[in-house]
């Protein structure tokens, strides 16, 4: 009696349970939060003095100025408030800065020019020129 040898061949299907590797969470060594510190800027801006016309005055009164000289900068503008004190007109005339300006009795008035060139000249009430007059110096 013959035996014969059968094959058995054992399949042996291990199962494997795969563990999951963890991905090796690696660390991130990424960007260290760099904290800059920003300063406030304090602003400290002072506010410059406006410029603007340059503020005289000039009274008449008794036919006569109380002020017979100004000094003026060549170029710059001024703004020349003119009082009447008296109960006639007067007339603030300065032909260099084209000003001629016309005063009723006890009113005043402003009249704005420009100082000329550097030079002296005169200005006068075109009415009384010979009484009432000084000088404009602009330097
Ligand atoms: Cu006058």
């Known amino acids: 009696m013959q035996r014969r040898g059968g094959l058995v061949i054992g399949v042996l299907v291990g199962v494997l349970a795969l563990a999951a590797a963890g991905c090796g969470g ?14 406030p800027a304090t602003t400290a801006a002072s506010a410059a003095g406006g410029g603007g016309d340059n503020e005289l005055t000039l009274t008449a009164q008794g036919t006569a100025w109380n002020t017979t000289s100004f000094d003026l900068k060549s170029g710059s503008s001024y703004t020349l408030e003119v009082t009447n004190k008296d109960s006639i007109e007067h007339n603030f005339t300065f032909a260099a800065g084209k000003a001629n300006q016309d005063v009723e009795g006890g009113e005043d008035a402003k009249v704005t020019f420009t100082a000329p060139a ?22």
């Open 118 to 139: 550097a030079g002296s000249y005169p200005f006068f009430c075109k009415y009384h020129p010979t009484a009432m007059k000084g000088t404009i110096t602009v330097t």
């Open 26 to 39: 690696g660390d991130n060594s990424g960007g260290s939060a760099s904290a800059t510190t920003a300063a």
